[in-house]
């Protein structure tokens, strides 16, 4: 009897499969990639909704209607959008922003407040990948870029957060040169309004004391260095009397910029390793999100001679950006003693990871979307494993924006921006460039034609170069 009734379960499993529900699309058989356990979860059957993910299901048991769009997964892997946590929206035409999505970026965190006024064209745009604002760059009474607004004093700084919470900005991005009492002024005003502040860890206030007071996040490992080396005490005393100096005057001269930046480099040479565990130890009692932008270092401060992208990336780097990515070999000789810094941030970054601090993924800047994959190869060279990276571009920046029960891994009832992948990345993390398409917004995307039509923009605008006024 008890057999019977077995066969005629199985039966009807095999012959009625999961009734419809009408899903807008299904992916079938998938290999879907637990990004937070690592694993592969074989042959599933994804059924997505309105944008969200609304069942997963063994291989073929989900039925279409007539309007489901079925995607064949069979052999292919199946992980969560990716964010990129620090971008610049520099250039002028939004059209650019589909190279995020064809590269499998579905959101970004913006960084410099630019482009407000994009944020009504947002909604239901399938072309525009999801974003945060910052608020406007808060760097103190002499920016270090001119184009950054002067905030005189703590009245001023005030006004920018009440300006910022009532705006579509999420958070205050905050640069080093902050003088300590506009700093704690912001924090009191945040806190005072339930309002966020991130970006650099300014050079008054020093990385424990941020995460102490509730920055949300350390941008390029800033102020790590600073607070491992035995001059610690020295340099910050350094420091507070350059930045004294520069609060004076109307521009910061590049001859202020180089003391202020061989600070730095003395922090380098004076490295301790004790001091390095204490503080990360210390570190790791807060919840201030590392993002390391380690692509940055690496082009800027690493860039070995033979240095070539080997993907097609140059296709949409408008010329005077090609050029900052190509140095010439003068450059890159004076960019050399870079290298021992970046290899100490990499192992710091490791170490920090260890102890349980959190990584996100961000690009700064560079060519939109493909710049991310390779930030997720440094991380694992950096040493964490391909899910470790992973989770670095999806939990964690939803663990970020407190949106980890509705995004960032793929589970049932969660936010259906899904990249789906031709191979492993668990195998190889250079396979999340590997992408067959991209379901971002309940629509299918395919990364060639939207790349294609990108090109034509990127001959529009290519005489400008973002980034000669500035870059942070
Ligand atoms: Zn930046």
């Known amino acids: 009897?008890?057999?019977?009734?077995?066969?005629?379960?199985?039966?009807?499993?095999?012959?009625?499969?999961?009734?419809?529900?009408?899903?807008?699309?299904?992916?079938?058989?998938?290999?879907?990639?637990?990004?937070?356990?690592?694993?592969?979860?074989?042959?599933?059957?994804?059924?997505?909704?309105?944008?969200?993910?609304?069942?997963?299901?063994?291989?073929?048991?989900?039925?279409?209607?007539?309007?489901?769009?079925?995607?064949?997964?069979?052999?292919?892997?199946?992980?969560?959008?990716?964010?990129?946590?620090?971008?610049?929206?520099?250039?002028?035409?939004?059209?650019?922003?589909?190279?995020?999505?064809?590269?499998?970026?579905?959101?970004?965190?913006?960084?410099?407040?630019?482009?407000?006024?994009?944020?009504?064209?947002?909604?239901?745009?399938?072309?525009?990948?999801?974003?945060?604002?910052?608020?406007?760059?808060?760097?103190?009474?002499?920016?270090?870029?001119?184009?950054?607004?002067?905030?005189?004093?703590?009245?001023?700084?005030?006004?920018?957060?009440?300006?910022?919470?009532?705006?579509?900005?999420?958070?205050?991005?905050?640069?080093?040169?902050?003088?300590?009492?506009?700093?704690?002024?912001?924090?009191?005003?945040?806190?005072?309004?339930?309002?966020?502040?991130?970006?650099?860890?300014?050079?008054?206030i020093g990385i424990i004391e941020a995460a102490k007071l509730g920055q949300k996040s350390n941008e390029h490992l800033n102020g790590l260095l600073l607070s491992c080396s035995t001059q610690e005490k020295f340099l910050h005393a350094r420091l507070d009397s350059l930045l004294n100096v520069v609060s004076k005057e109307e521009k910061l001269s590049g001859i202020m910029k180089m003391q202020i930046m061989g600070c730095t480099t003395k922090a380098l040479w004076s490295f301790n390793q004790a001091k390095a565990d204490s503080v990360i130890h210390e570190l790791s009692k807060y919840n201030m999100f590392q993002c390391p932008t380690l692509g940055v270092k690496h082009r800027f401060q690493y860039n070995e001679l033979d240095w070539v992208y080997t993907d097609n990336r140059y296709d949409f780097f408008p010329p005077p950006v090609q050029k900052r990515y190509r140095p010439d070999a003068e450059t890159l000789k004076k960019?050399?003693?870079?290298?021992?810094?970046?290899?100490?941030?990499?192992?710091?970054?490791?170490?920090?990871?260890?102890?349980?601090?959190k990584i996100i993924a961000g690009s700064d800047q560079g060519c939109a979307g493909f710049n991310l994959h390779d930030e997720l190869e440094y991380f694992v060279n950096a040493g964490l494993s391909n899910a470790e990276a992973l989770q670095t571009a999806t939990i964690n920046a939803a663990i970020y924006m407190h949106k980890e029960q509705k995004m960032g891994s793929i589970d049932e009832n969660k936010l259906a921006d899904l990249v789906l992948l031709n191979t492993n990345p668990l195998e190889n993390i250079q396979n999340t460039r590997d992408i067959k398409l991209v379901i971002f917004k309940n629509k299918i995307i395919q990364p060639d034609p939207l790349l294609e039509a990108v090109k034509e923009v990127n001959i529009k605008i290519s005489n400008i170069d973002p980034f000669e006024k500035k870059f942070d």
């Not at 490791?350 to 601090?357: L, N």
């Open 1 to 204: 009897m008890k057999q019977l009734s077995l066969c005629l379960l199985l039966c009807v499993l095999f012959i009625f499969p999961l009734k419809s529900e009408n899903y807008d699309i299904i992916i079938q058989n998938v290999n879907i990639v637990d990004v937070e356990k690592g694993r592969i979860v074989k042959n599933k059957d994804v059924g997505i909704q309105q944008q969200v993910i609304k069942k997963i299901a063994i291989g073929n048991q989900l039925s279409a209607s007539d309007s489901t769009q079925v995607i064949n997964g069979k052999g292919k892997y199946l992980i969560p959008g990716l964010w990129d946590m620090h971008v610049h929206f520099y250039f002028p035409d939004k059209e650019y922003l589909k190279m995020y999505l064809a590269k499998g970026v579905v959101g970004v965190r913006e960084m410099t407040g630019y482009r407000m006024e994009w944020r009504d064209s947002i909604g239901k745009n399938t072309n525009v990948p999801r974003i945060i604002f910052s608020s406007q760059i808060v760097d103190g009474p002499t920016p270090w870029f001119e184009s950054d607004i002067p905030v005189k004093d703590c009245k001023q700084v005030i006004q920018i957060v009440q300006e910022a919470k009532k705006s579509e900005s999420k958070f205050i991005k905050l640069l080093s040169l902050v003088p300590r009492d506009q700093y704690m002024a912001i924090v009191n005003e945040c806190n005072r309004l339930n309002f966020e502040f991130a970006g650099h860890v300014p050079y008054s």
């Open 335 to 357: 960019l050399k003693p870079f290298e021992r810094e970046l290899k100490l941030q990499e192992k710091l970054l490791y170490q920090m990871h260890s102890e349980g601090i």
